[in-house]
């Protein structure tokens, strides 16, 4: 009976996810679902095909027939991103999304067809990631929370798809090779566990995938057997793959909204990193598969360290960068970790160009830690404020890095989301410096290259959303993405800004650019919410971010997403449990951002939903007596 009754219920579940996809999704494709269900096929299978996001891919009969997203509110881009100086306009992944299939209004650069270049035609989400060695995996021996290795190298292959690629806390090749012989050298249970944690939250199949705080939910459970092995291993030798660990853990912490705990691992991991020598020079190692692991892991700890630093708005962790230089990609190909992935209907695997990426992503890092050791140094409660020098300087920087970039990675070519991530932080960065400088009384004398610091401005501001709405056109933003959470944030707070400007202007702002912000508000929002299926941090800054909606806008929103009736109990229930430093709503880089850290901000929300609560029930206390 009690096998019976968890079949029912499997079937029941099953059945939901049928009737919510034909619900809600684009009429070309729930017809194709429909289809498919009075053609026989199996209720499972179809659902399956579903959460693997490639079902319309492999309906397709015509190979270079394009599928692309629609955006949710408004059906072109926006008038005030046509620039002719916005080169993603220009960019194969424009054309083969937006240009109309005509092969002689295509730039020479453009593939011809999905057979050739599939990245370019279809979402990333119905790729998979490819390699040998996932097949033949048994994790089960890594990890007593599931004995399903079916599962678990799903979660792993998940993994590798979505989060190992901007920070890829470990090499791929080492680790697979140690999983699969059973050597601890690069692989250990710890590793593994927490590998499997952040992973639940990639895999669509897995419904409470979001329930962090549920004992019964696989994440937490392979998390809570991942913080066990953590604490056995406290006071014994530090090793490579605990620290390791100590970084994919303060990844899923973050994604929890407890960044103040995830960053605590971080720190031990770096305490251990030192005492390893894995910053220092490391030709005393031996083997040269050591010196590689040793590198690549101090080379990401120096990224997250960095990264996390900037958008926190506080000093580096460490100034420094390791000692080992890291080599020319094109050289050194064993250094950095490959990465393939093989589209529907097309046989040949498509490499991610990881090592470009990788030496692109740290040389970035170089300058944005020199800035924040020197700029992010609190005088009491203040920031000084960096010289127009200083800014000009490290905007000169960036831009050299920019134009440097190799071919795959160039503005012409990105398609990956990891590729377009890197170009959103430029501009994110770019957009910060030129802020502080439009605001001085020299604003207009200051010249970069041929450029003002307002011109500037004004082109990365669209560029950064054209990348944003590229991104959602091509691969939507359903697919897990633990980074682009802060870009989606960054766009809605500088839209609902402009909006809040419009209506406090004096005179009337034509109605078409009015329009044009409300939808692009409505397709940040969206996306959050779309990322909030994952991680429940976006949950959380998609609540603040609609707290500071303007409420004809967080109606239209309503028509696109699902409105959360309890959302007011969301906010109380929400400012006891978050443990969260990340600053959201910043205008300029340097003002103090204690109060628009996302802790303090959903603790505001959620006393002035209270208020509200309170108002409207003594209104119809009043009302009734």
């Known amino acids: ?62 190979p270079e027939t394009k599928y692309r997203f629609t955006f949710p509110a408004g059906t072109e881009f926006p008038s005030y991103l046509q620039a002719s100086g916005n080169a993603y306009l220009r960019s194969v992944m424009y054309e083969t999304t937006l240009v109309p299939p005509n092969e002689a209004q295509r730039p020479a650069s453009a593939p011809s067809g999905d057979h050739l270049q599939p990245e370019y035609f279809k979402p990333y989400v119905a790729a998979k990631t490819a390699d040998p060695r996932l097949d033949k995996l048994k994790p089960s021996m890594w990890t007593n929370v599931s004995n399903d290795d079916g599962l678990l190298k799903t979660l792993i292959r998940h993994y590798f798809h979505y989060e190992y690629q901007w920070l890829c806390c470990f090499h791929k090749d080492h680790f697979l090779d140690d999983m699969l012989s059973g050597s601890t050298r690069y692989c250990s249970s710890l590793l ?10 990639c895999y669509h199949a897995i419904e409470d ?10 994440g937490y459970r392979f998390l809570a057997e991942a913080k066990r092995l953590w604490e056995l291993e406290q006071g014994a030798k530090s090793s490579l793959t605990t620290i390791q660990a100590a970084l994919v853990i303060n990844v899923i912490l973050n994604m929890q909204s407890m960044d103040k705990l995830g960053m605590t691992y971080t720190v031990q991991a770096l305490n251990m990193a030192h005492k390893l020598g894995l910053f220092g020079p490391l030709t005393h190692l031996r083997s040269k598969r050591r010196q590689d692991s040793f590198a690549l892991t101090a080379w990401n700890i120096y990224f997250w360290l960095s990264l ?9 962790l460490v100034r420094e960068p390791p000692a080992t230089a890291l080599p020319d990609p094109m050289r050194s190909a064993k250094f950095y970790p490959e990465l393939w992935v093989q589209y529907p209907l097309n046989e040949r695997l498509r490499p991610m160009n990881h090592g470009l990426l990788f030496k692109a992503k740290m040389d970035f890092m170089l300058i ?37 970039l190799p071919i795959p990675l160039s503005s012409t070519m990105i398609v990956y989301p990891t590729q377009l991530k890197l170009h959103l932080l430029y501009h994110n960065v770019i957009v910060n410096f030129c802020q502080l400088l439009v605001a001085r009384p020299e604003k207009d004398t200051i010249l970069i290259g041929r450029d003002t ?3 500037m401005l004004e082109h ?15 691969h939507g933003f359903e697919g897990s993405d633990t980074y682009v959470t802060h870009s989606l944030m960054t766009l809605a707070f500088a839209a609902i800004g402009e909006q809040k400007a419009l209506s406090e202007a004096r005179g009337n702002a034509p109605n078409i650019r009015r329009e044009e912000l409300r939808h692009t508000i409505i397709l940040a929002a969206k996306g959050l919410r779309d990322q909030g299926q994952n991680y429940y941090v976006s949950v959380d800054v998609f609540n603040v971010v609609r707290g500071a909606m303007d409420p004809a806008d967080e109606d239209a929103l309503n028509r696109f997403v699902r409105p959360d009736r309890n959302w007011q109990q969301w906010n109380q229930m929400r400012s006891k449990h978050v443990r969260a430093q990340w600053p959201l709503n910043i205008v300029r880089i340097t003002d103090h951002p204690d109060d628009q850290r996302l802790g303090a901000l959903i603790k505001q929300y959620s006393d002035l939903s209270m208020e509200a609560h309170s108002s409207g029930a003594e209104s119809d206390a009043s009302a009734s007596s």
């Open 460 to 474: 990365s501001k669209a560029c950064f959303e054209t990348l944003l709405r590229l991104y959602f056109l091509r």
């Open 192 to 201: 593994v566990n927490s590998v499997l944690a952040l992973a639940c939250g």
């Open 368 to 404: 944005i830690n020199r800035f924040s050791a020197k700029v992010f140094e609190r005088k009491g409660t203040q920031y000084d404020e960096p010289s127009t020098e200083l800014l000009r300087e490290h905007i000169i920087q960036l831009q050299h890095w920019y134009s440097s």
């Open 453 to 455: 610091p307002q011109q």
């Open 308 to 316: 996390s630093a900037y958008h926190f708005m506080v000093p580096p």
């Open 209 to 218: 995938r979001l329930e962090y705080w549920n004992p019964e939910s696989l």
């Open 1 to 62: 009976m009690e096998q019976q009754y968890q079949q029912l219920q499997a079937s029941h579940a099953t059945l939901e996810q049928l009737v919510y996809a034909l619900q809600h999704r684009e009429a070309e494709e729930a017809n194709a679902i429909l289809a498919q269900v009075r053609q026989g096929i199996d209720v499972e299978s179809v659902v399956r095909n579903i959460t693997e996001g490639d079902l319309l891919l492999q309906l397709q009969v015509v």
